[in-house]
């Protein structure tokens, strides 16, 4: 019988579940949306229901050199499940300790006491494992991605959020308050002026974000026809000054901040992976460069590197998590 874990990338919209071997072998990945507006037991009924919907389908598990460890005839018996989640996590717990509306109620939640309770007939006493959700794609990024092989690599994640983990010696940093990587909320003097969703003047999420960068675009006097962030991309591919100007100092913000955190850390690498970071070279090529531009001698070199797994890589690096807190060995 083949041994794995299932990984959980649980976010605003949807939640994403595959199995994942100790090879790093992984399942079909399978996908529901997230009932963000029924509360945390409903989110948690779902995320148990995915899980069993994932073991009980099996599949094949592919290896990253694309070989077959476990097909539809080998059995997988499951011994934990780690879960990445938007929101600060103090993943001792497995508690919510803060969280934005994109999941109602969120904040507080015993995640893993919640799905211990409603998987403990398939876990048979395996760990469920709870962590931030960029913790858990860096974790993924470090093991099998971009930043395999490194000892350590600062990930950050620009989507609906900035967000940043630090992987060092293959385990996510936590920080003494769970907070560790919060980079959005770093002070930014390309965010002045401009209103964070935590509430604060002039932090980087305020401008680096996705939304953030359309409404930025629109307080240049940008059109509300534009009317969201793929939107103002499309007129700066098309030549719009304005827009072309909003994309590249929301980048070059992102890119600033990267610089201040590679500079106090030196990671190996950094991987840039969410979104905006699909979003094309209008975006990307000022978020690097004004990385470079930012640092001294020995770190001008530093590797900035884009997403190798994409949305695999939360299900993966929160499967991690969960195979290395498995205490009991598996015949
Ligand atoms: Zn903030």
């Given at each position: ?83 990445g989640t938007a929101g600060?996590v ?41 962590e931030n959700d960029v913790d858990a794609h860096a974790g993924?990024e ?13 990930m950050v994640a620009v989507g609906?959020g900035v967000g940043a983990g630090l ?5 996510p ?7 560790a990587g919060e980079m959005g ?88 992976g969410g ?38 890589a939360a299900?993966?690096g ?14």
């Amino acid at each position: 019988m083949s041994d794995a874990v299932v990984g959980v990338d649980l976010g605003g919209t949807k939640i994403a579940a595959a199995l994942v071997s100790e090879e790093g072998a992984v399942g079909p990945v399978r996908s529901v949306p997230t009932p963000s507006q029924e509360g945390p037991d409903a989110v948690l009924d779902t995320v148990a229901g995915l899980v069993r919907d994932v073991v009980a389908r099996g599949g094949v598990l592919t290896a990253p050199d694309g070989t077959a460890t476990a097909t539809p005839d080998t059995p997988v018996r499951v011994s934990g499940v780690g879960v990445g989640t938007a929101g600060v996590v103090d993943s001792t717990a497995g508690t919510i300790l803060s969280a934005t509306d994109a999941l109602r109620g969120w904040a507080g939640t015993e995640v893993r006491a919640g799905l211990v309770e409603r998987l403990a007939d398939l876990l048979a006493g395996g760990p469920v494992t709870v962590e931030n959700d960029v913790d858990a794609h860096a974790g993924g990024e470090a093991w099998l991605g971009a930043a395999a092989g490194l000892d350590s690599v600062l990930m950050v994640a620009v989507g609906t959020g900035v967000g940043a983990g630090l992987v060092l010696g293959g385990r996510p940093l936590r920080g003494a308050r769970h907070v560790a990587g919060e980079m959005g909320h770093m002070p930014s003097p390309d965010a002045d002026g401009l209103r964070c969703g935590c509430g604060r003047p002039g932090h980087l999420e305020a401008i680096g974000s996705g939304p953030a960068l359309h409404r930025y675009y629109l307080s240049l006097g940008g059109t509300p026809d534009a009317v969201d962030t793929r939107a103002v991309y499309a007129r700066a591919v098309a030549g719009e000054e304005l827009a072309l100007r909003a994309v590249t100092d929301s980048a070059r913000a992102v890119g600033r901040a990267v610089a201040g955190v590679a500079t106090v850390l030196d990671p190996a690498a950094v991987v840039v992976g969410g979104g905006m970071s699909q979003a094309g070279p209008l975006w990307w090529e000022p978020m690097v460069a004004a990385v470079r531009t930012e640092l001294i001698e020995p770190l001008t070199d530093i590797p900035v590197l884009p997403s190798a797994l994409g949305p695999v890589a939360a299900v993966l690096g929160a499967a991690r998590t969960a195979l290395a807190a498995r205490t009991v060995p598996v015949a």
